[in-house]
């Protein structure tokens, strides 16, 4: 039984294969984005610190309503920090709206209009209320995904709004966190070059269409 038990522990403490190459095929970065976990508390006052909010706003959203981690790992569908802490009764509730009001509070810094701010006020109520439900709650909390909405909301607004304008920094596509790399394509970027300049249209914000990435 101790052998069994020892091959046991053995077998599991090994990472599979499928998992040390599911780490190996993710990029670390996504041409200018790349998952951002601080930034600073203040509008920004040039276009590398606004890219820099933007990644973190999409950090925040991504890790609250689809963890790369479970969805690399080949989960069928996405769940966030969100709706694991949601399962807590009342207290994970109030802390999901705390975090989607964050967003909201980032959004703020970048200048995005009222109207859509209480747009993504809205979202994040609608969320945390849903969450009181028992079971069926959770359920359409997973489904809802009020920071994913938010952070569709604020990319629209960095295309299209007027006021955005001010600011030229690049999206990724918005169906994946990180892809996978392909690594025929890893042209990687010449010496002395910043890496953001590849991607980034000088005259405005500007999504990158999925083949036109080098993923390094």
Not at 153 to 158: F, G, R, T
Not at 163 to 172: D, F, G, V, W
Request: net charge neutral.
């Amino acid at each position: 039984m101790d052998s069994f038990f020892r091959i046991a522990r053995a077998y599991w403490s090994r990472p599979s294969q499928a998992a040390a190459q599911n780490t190996e095929d993710i990029a670390s970065s996504y041409g200018a984005f790349k998952p951002t976990w601080f930034a600073p508390f203040h509008g920004p006052r040039n276009d590398d610190e606004a890219q820099r909010l933007y990644n973190h706003i999409r950090t925040v959203a991504w890790y609250l309503d689809a963890l790369p981690l479970l969805t690399q790992a080949g989960l069928p569908f996405q769940v966030g920090f969100d709706a694991v802490i949601s399962a807590i009764p009342v207290y994970g509730d109030i802390i999901g709206v705390i975090l989607a009001l964050y967003q909201v509070f980032l959004s703020w810094l970048f200048g995005v209009p009222l109207s859509i701010l209480k747009a993504m006020a809205i979202n994040a109520v609608v969320d945390g209320v849903i969450g009181f439900v028992p079971v069926v709650g959770d359920l359409l909390d997973v489904w809802f995904k009020a920071n994913l909405r938010n952070l569709a909301l604020l990319e629209d607004w960095l295309l299209k709004g007027e006021e955005a304008r001010q600011y030229s920094i690049s999206l990724p596509p918005n169906d994946v966190f990180l892809p996978r790399i392909r690594r025929s394509t890893r042209r990687g970027t010449p010496p002395g070059q910043d890496p953001k300049e590849k991607y980034r249209n000088r005259s405005h914000t500007a999504r990158t269409e999925r083949d036109e990435y080098d993923l390094d």
